[in-house]
């Protein structure tokens, strides 16, 4: 919990809030505390004839219960954490941020100080993200919680029903709630489906079964009633528990889903931290799959720096689509950014030399060999000349700019009236050639195939 949080608990109207907020988790237990009587004692112990029976749904009841509460209790008492001091600004640099005259100066100031910083998303102008109210700079996917009066690491949402915020800490925790909690429900609702049913039957003479069991007490009831619950619970467990799945394994808070993260390059994107359903799921549930089930803390990271999928484009060379943070280490400028970055490589990159779309000194990669620069069939009258270039290359002799050959052939595969030659730097046009008797070419000087 945050500072303010501690000084309004001081006050009446603090403290009052303070055991308000507990409501709803004090009525998730006594519903818990409510559905063991009404299975253990009604179902189990007082209508169940078939102890062999009675000993397994009692196993199995009680293993559901224990990960069902583990993980509720898990949830509940994980705290959200503390920003380290080195992502707070000092009172001195605070006075300045405010007092600055322009969005521009505010933006340099903020930069400037989460210069050491891993942070990769921005605001809507490009700024650093800070917290007004903590004096922070908000760590990636960080976010201040009003309730918590505190900011949050990758804060999910904040739920009444835990009395907490769903954060890095408690987020495998709280998916793993809401996994046993339909488990509890369904397995309840489907062992006491047989006394619900017998409820609504008729005897042999004709009477109500529900006569006979208002006759025999208020036990059946229970079961009725517990079957309802765990039916009604079960619903809306099932799209919660299916909408967090989902998330993980796209690896997207709640509140990235309903508005994208913004990042120094690339602007905003849901998709910025997806590494794969693989990848995202041991994010959360850890590397070792004996924990994955498990309420104790596995997750990879910190919480104050995720990889994204930028940083996985950058490795993989079968990626169609590459970032500019892809093209090279940019991590001494990832703070000189604007929100207007967008993806320099959005369509896929073709490997193939296209000369019609660049510069002559474009056209031929350094990394390239000589002996693959020449790999056109050219015309005969070229390709004498075309051979000793090759020897002179392979005995580490230098090429004379303009050969004989190509000097008494002046109009061959000119440009726009003027002859070109080929050689290790680029297409350079002759001077002095004859534009009458120049022979037509290709409009960008290349040797015809």
Not at 279 to 299: K, R, T
Request: proline share 6%; charged share 20%; hydrophobic share 35%.
């Amino acid at each position: 919990m945050g500072n303010d949080d501690h000084r309004r608990r001081k006050t009446p109207c603090g403290f009052c809030m303070a055991v308000f907020k507990w409501i709803p988790v004090l009525f998730i237990t006594a519903v818990i505390a409510w559905s063991y009587y009404a299975y253990v004692v009604e179902l189990c112990i007082r209508n169940s004839q078939n102890r062999i029976s009675m000993i397994f749904m009692l196993l199995f009841y009680h293993l559901f219960l224990t990960l069902f509460m583990w993980s509720y209790w898990r949830t509940i008492m994980t705290s959200v954490g503390r920003i380290p001091d080195q992502w707070r600004i000092p009172d001195e640099e605070v006075s300045r941020l405010f007092r600055a005259d322009s969005p521009d100066t505010q933006k340099r100031i903020l930069n400037n100080f989460a210069r050491d910083l891993p942070v990769t998303n921005r605001t809507m102008n490009g700024s650093v993200r800070f917290c007004e109210k903590c004096k922070i700079i908000k760590p990636d996917r960080a976010h201040h919680c009003s309730v918590c009066s505190c900011c949050v690491l990758k804060m999910d949402h904040h739920c009444p029903w835990v009395n907490n915020c769903v954060n890095f800490y408690n987020y495998k925790y709280f998916v793993l709630f809401l996994g046993y909690a339909l488990v509890y429900c369904l397995y309840v609702a489907f062992t006491s489906l047989h006394d619900f049913v017998e409820f609504w039957k008729y005897d042999n003479n004709g009477y109500s079964a529900q006569g006979q069991l208002n006759a025999s007490g208020m036990g059946r009831f229970h079961i009725l009633f517990l079957f309802f619950i765990a039916i009604m619970f079960a619903i809306s467990l099932v799209s919660l528990f299916g909408y967090h799945i989902y998330l993980v394994l796209v690896n997207r808070t709640t509140l990235e889903s309903f508005r994208a993260p913004i990042f120094r390059v690339g602007g905003p994107d849901k998709n910025g931290y997806n590494l794969g359903r693989y990848a995202n799921f041991c994010e959360v549930f850890g590397d070792d799959w004996q924990y994955w089930f498990l309420p104790v803390f596995s997750s990879r990271g910190d919480g104050y720096s995720y990889p994204t999928s930028s940083d996985q484009s950058r490795v993989s060379t079968t990626s169609p689509v590459q970032r500019y943070d892809a093209m090279g280490d940019t991590a001494a400028s990832r703070l000189d950014g604007n929100p207007t970055d967008k993806l320099i490589g959005a369509s896929p990159l073709d490997n193939t030399n296209h000369h019609h779309n660049q510069s002559p000194h474009q056209v031929r990669s350094t990394s390239v060999q000589p002996t693959q620069l020449l790999q056109v069939q050219p015309p005969s009258p070229f390709r004498d000349e075309l051979n000793e270039r090759q020897e002179q290359l392979a005995n580490d002799q230098s090429l004379n700019c303009i050969t004989a050959a190509a000097r008494s052939r002046p109009g061959e595969c000119g440009v726009n009236g003027a002859a070109v030659y080929i050689d290790m730097i680029g297409d350079h046009p002759l001077k002095g050639a004859d534009p009458a008797k120049v022979s037509p070419c290709p409009p960008n000087g290349d040797l015809p195939v």
